[in-house]
């Protein structure tokens, strides 16, 4: 050590680092004691739930109780009734096949359109547009009055074709990729319960209430824009490069899409699913509404815990264990895939 | 095979980027569209490789015309500048490439690859990834994916720039030998008049998206079509002189010398190359000046001299050793000097 760094005072020598290789004092104890209160607000509710999972109603009553064998004797009673008594293999599965469908789906969709908004350049005339949304609520207008839709459907798509056909090749104004893209994720932006209603009477309508495939294809429309507006970034990063030489090669463009596009996006892909995946598992207000005995999900399945004779926290706990569990483990899994660096070497040298 | 444009035109809005280009490239030629950025060059390559969209023109492969064709259908292979290796896949896999898409029998993509990639020295390096690849190993791999399908012609867009000086040379000479022994119809496109003179069997010159002069790399060197052509081929370029011609005298400023055209014409410009010059004592040769800079290249060294109205390069012996000011003449035989039109630029032949 030189005179110079011996010399050094010793608030300096808090603050300051010896070397390159390890931090100063201070700001060590202050990182990982500002990381530690952090941990304990993320970690400490799912401890409580799970704690709790193992109590029965006098311990949560008179509790808090925290720590089990000390503060009270845990029991698998709760684990017992719901496991065993309860029907909770339904929703679960239900959960399952809803959520893994459904963000499939939302993802081979979702990533064709983000690839096809930022590869293929679209000019869809405004006057189309507004003549097809001019002729919808003209159909919709003429079946409440009394005509027959079939007729009403079809007189509409004649008209529009000729609209096609005829003047709205005048027009110049066009919507582009970016109004395509707005106009997707603005699906967004209405607040669902706008749109529960609706969807609810259609399925009534379709007799598709409490099925699967209800939850399934909302889920899927409902991720759609999401899917879209985080994929596009990614297929926007991919060197055009590397598409045209495959082009080139031989491969047509749905080949290009799942040989080079979809590989190289595979990590963004894999944190989109994941997202999806919760978002979907997790959604309740429309399994709230589209489902009640065959289709219901798990979130449902919790909230019916908040029962007549108060919340049932011990049951909710069961339930919440055994909903978050696979999603950390699928977590897990995907960690390794959301790592970077799968584009370095792929272009210049 | 014979690649033969007609006529073709290119503008992106409202930019003209290719007015009216006529190219035949001959089979098994290696041709060199040679030019600055933004001469068009590269987008007349895409345009062959059906990458970008003609304006107007024919674009012909053999006896087949390809204007409207997709790139699969062209029979053609490129190599890009980024080399476009697909980073998901091994070198097997990326050289490769082209007989998956086309649903070559497994037996057949391999013998195919392995004969390729012994032709490039690739096949100790098989099953890496791009990203564990050098440089020069890269450009190997994307060479050996073009080769292996023995398109109709190779298409090469700076294929060479991205690599360091020692190993351009080196796969220059390499590039060379193996377009002579494919005996492949080569476009190669560049900004480095190095490799088109040293590469090609004939040069195409394009500026701001017009075709300057087609000639062999000598005839180019030796007899350049016009103003731009002169100046641009050479380094360090060609000196000019504007002066007059009168009764078989080219007479300027600082000079006067005979020339063997018999014509009148007021407005001309004298070109002479720097190594058709020499350093004289200053009242022997044709022009008078003083010496404004010198720089040692090693095996010669240019003296840059200041005369009237501008300057001019001599490539003098290394062992040149005057010092800046001093008084010099600069002579150069009749023989060597190129005379141009200075209105149309064109060349007096």
């Given at each position: ?10 608030i300096?020598?808090?603050?300051e ?8 004092i201070a ?9 530690a ?12 739930v ?9 311990q ?25 008594e309860?029907?909770?293999?339904g929703p ?24 096809a908004?930022?590869r ?21 207008a003429?079946v ?18 000729l ?18 893209e ?7 932006i209405?607040?669902p319960?706008v749109?529960v ?6 399925f009534?309508h ?14 899927t ?62 959604e ?5 509404f ?22 049932q ?7 919440i ?29 | ?30 041709l ?13 390559l895409?345009?062959?490789a ?8 024919r ?9 409207n ?5 062209r029979?053609?292979?490129m190599?890009f ?18 007989l ?5 029998s ?10 390729v990639?012994?032709?490039?020295q ?18 190997r ?5 073009a ?18 000086a ?9 590039l ?8 492949i ?8 008049q ?25 005839n ?16 360090p ?12 005298w ?9 020339t063997?055209?018999?014509?009148a ?6 070109g002479?190359r ?61 023989a ?6 200075k ?7």
């Amino acid at each position: 050590m030189t005179a110079q760094q011996k010399s050094r005072g010793f608030i300096r020598r808090l603050f300051e680092a010896e070397s390159l290789e390890e931090m100063a004092i201070a700001p060590k104890v202050g990182v990982y004691a500002a990381l530690a209160f952090w941990t304990l607000i993320v970690l400490f509710p799912l401890y409580w739930v799970l704690v709790t999972s193992f109590k029965i109603e006098v311990q949560v009553d008179s509790g808090p109780f925290y720590l089990p064998f000390v503060d009270f004797s845990p029991t698998l009673d709760a684990w017992n009734f719901m496991l065993l008594e309860n029907n909770t293999l339904g929703p679960y599965l239900n959960s399952v096949v809803v959520a893994l469908s459904s963000t499939l789906l939302a993802l081979l969709f979702g990533s064709l359109a983000a690839y096809a908004l930022v590869r293929i350049r679209f000019q869809v005339k405004l006057a189309a547009v507004l003549t097809f949304i001019v002729l919808l609520i003209a159909v919709i207008a003429a079946v409440a009055l009394g005509a027959p839709w079939q007729a009403a459907t079809a007189i509409a798509i004649a008209l529009f074709l000729l609209a096609l056909g005829t003047f709205v090749r005048r027009f110049e104004a066009a919507v582009g990729n970016n109004d395509i893209e707005f106009w997707m994720i603005s699906n967004r932006i209405m607040p669902p319960i706008v749109a529960v209603l609706p969807i609810y009477v259609m399925f009534q309508h379709l007799r598709l209430l409490d099925t699967q495939f209800a939850l399934i294809s909302t889920y899927t429309g409902v991720n759609l824009p999401i899917v879209v507006w985080l994929t596009r970034d990614f297929f926007a990063g991919i060197p055009l490069d590397l598409e045209e030489s495959a082009e080139i090669d031989g491969a047509s463009k749905f080949r290009v899409f799942f040989t080079i596009a979809l590989p190289l996006v595979r990590s963004g892909l894999a944190a989109t699913f994941m997202l999806v995946l919760i978002l979907t598992w997790n959604e309740f207000l429309l399994a709230l509404f589209l489902t009640n005995a065959n289709a219901q999900t798990m979130p449902v399945l919790v909230a019916a815990q908040n029962t007549t004779r108060g919340p049932q926290w011990w049951y909710m706990s069961v339930l919440i264990v055994i909903m978050i569990a696979p999603v950390i483990i699928i977590a897990g899994f995907l960690q390794k895939h959301i790592a970077r660096g799968l584009l370095i070497g792929a272009v210049k040298g | 095979m014979q690649v033969r444009l007609e006529n073709i035109h290119k503008s992106f809005g409202q930019v003209q980027v290719v007015k009216g280009l006529d190219l035949e490239v001959r089979d098994g030629e290696f041709l060199v569209l040679l030019g600055a950025s933004g001469s068009g060059k590269t987008t007349a390559l895409r345009m062959i490789a059906g990458l970008e969209k003609v304006s107007s023109g024919r674009i012909r492969i053999g006896e087949r015309d390809v204007t409207n064709l997709l790139p699969k259908y062209r029979d053609i292979a490129m190599v890009f500048q980024s080399y476009a290796l697909y980073p998901h896949m091994t070198v097997f896999a990326n050289i490769g490439y082209p007989l998956t898409v086309r649903g070559e029998s497994k037996m057949a993509i391999e013998a195919a690859v392995k004969d390729v990639a012994r032709q490039v020295q690739l096949d100790a390096l098989l099953e890496r990834y791009p990203r564990q690849l050098s440089g020069g190993q890269r450009q190997r791999v994307a060479l050996a994916r073009a080769m292996i399908r023995r398109p109709a012609a190779f298409l090469m867009d700076e294929p060479l720039s991205n690599l360091d000086a020692k190993l351009r040379g080196y796969m220059r000479t390499e590039l060379k030998h193996m377009q002579h022994k494919l005996g492949i119809t080569t476009l190669y496109v560049t900004h480095d008049q190095v490799e088109a003179m040293t590469l090609a069997h004939r040069v195409a010159l394009l500026d701001r998206g017009v075709l300057q002069q087609l000639d062999t790399p000598t005839n180019i060197y030796n007899a350049p079509a016009n103003l731009f052509v002169a100046g641009f081929i050479g380094s360090p370029p060609m000196n000019f002189l504007d002066g007059a011609l009168d009764n078989g005298w080219f007479s300027s400023q600082v000079c006067k010398f005979e020339t063997k055209r018999r014509s009148a014409n007021r407005d001309v410009v004298a070109g002479v190359r720097p190594e058709d010059c020499k350093v004289t004592e200053p009242g022997a040769g044709k022009i008078v000046g003083d010496v404004y800079a010198t720089e040692l290249m090693g095996d010669h060294t240019l003296v840059t001299c200041r005369i009237e109205g501008g300057t001019i390069v001599v490539k003098a012996d290394k062992a040149f050793n005057r010092h800046d000011g001093d008084s010099i003449g600069v002579d150069f035989p009749e023989a060597a000097t190129h005379l141009f039109d200075k209105r149309s630029g064109d060349r007096l032949a």
